[in-house]
């Protein structure tokens, strides 16, 4: 797996808001942009989201584990795809514009019988079509340890339009993404938990509705990892992985009824 082994696992950090004492919950896209505008701690930063996809078209329907991420989220692991590319920075810069998709080596076997002429061919998930740009190393499967499929972030109001009027990527007060930083290599996670709460007092200040109650939690990826999510990203980055796994209850909550 092509990982970057000089990127120090020790130094990875995930990101969580936290609300009030019920522990870690999501983030919504635009305090996930203030904090890469504010902050001065971490080397890069990404937002990413685990999603359940279908896929359809010519073969057999399906439905598969897959991952909307911003463009750097891939750089940030140091992971390149096998084949291809991964998401250019203007795919993700304007809503709905870069029907583009990565596709994990399994599903490149399974779903397209390792076809070696895979990029360019278009993969239809949720009812609308996708150009693959690049296929991941074989064993990479994102945070979760099972994605197959990975779409960009600006994506979400195409891939989920009965979520629209959720307004995933523009509403402050709705917090449905994960978040994980890399830290600069003079930085130490006391320094960066004291900025990063700063950070979420300043929006706290000027978002009241949006962020009462709210503030940011920085944590090593290795003492939140639990359960059968540890084995798989372990194997992924060798020593340490990450995994966002709770999210805000009352915006879950309604999300999770809107996609049944």
């Given at each position: ?21 019920s ?6 896209f ?91 061919r ?65 930085v130490s ?10 950070i ?29 999510f ?9 020593a ?21």
């Amino acid at each position: 797996m092509a990982i970057s082994r000089a990127r120090d696992e020790a130094r990875v950090s995930t990101r969580f808001a936290t609300v009030g004492k019920s522990g870690f919950g999501s983030v919504s896209f635009p305090n996930y942009q203030d904090w890469v505008a504010q902050n001065h701690v971490f080397e890069e930063l990404a937002a990413f989201s685990l999603e359940e996809f279908h896929l359809t078209g010519k073969e057999q329907a399906e439905r598969i584990p897959g991952e909307m991420v911003s463009d750097d989220y891939f750089r940030l692991l140091g992971v390149s795809p096998a084949e291809g590319r991964t998401f250019l920075p203007e795919e993700n810069q304007t809503p709905g514009k870069g029907a583009v998709a990565v596709i994990s080596h399994g599903l490149w076997q399974q779903r397209f019988g390792s076809d070696f002429h895979v990029l360019g061919r278009s993969i239809r998930v949720n009812d609308a079509d996708y150009i693959i740009v690049g296929v991941m190393p074989k064993g990479f499967k994102g945070f979760s340890g099972t994605a197959q499929v990975w779409i960009p972030m600006a994506m979400y109001d195409i891939a989920w339009p009965q979520m629209a009027k959720f307004d995933f990527l523009h509403k402050r007060d709705v917090h449905w993404h994960r978040v994980l930083g890399r830290l600069k290599p003079s930085v130490s996670p006391e320094q960066a938990q004291a900025e990063m709460a700063a950070i979420g007092d300043r929006l706290a200040r000027e978002y009241p509705q949006a962020n009462e109650d709210r503030s940011i939690s920085v944590q090593a990826a290795q003492d939140v990892l639990v359960g059968h999510f540890r084995a798989p990203l372990f194997l992924m980055l060798g020593a340490v992985g990450f995994v966002l796994l709770i999210a805000c209850a009352n915006v879950a909550a309604s999300i999770s009824k809107a996609r049944r």
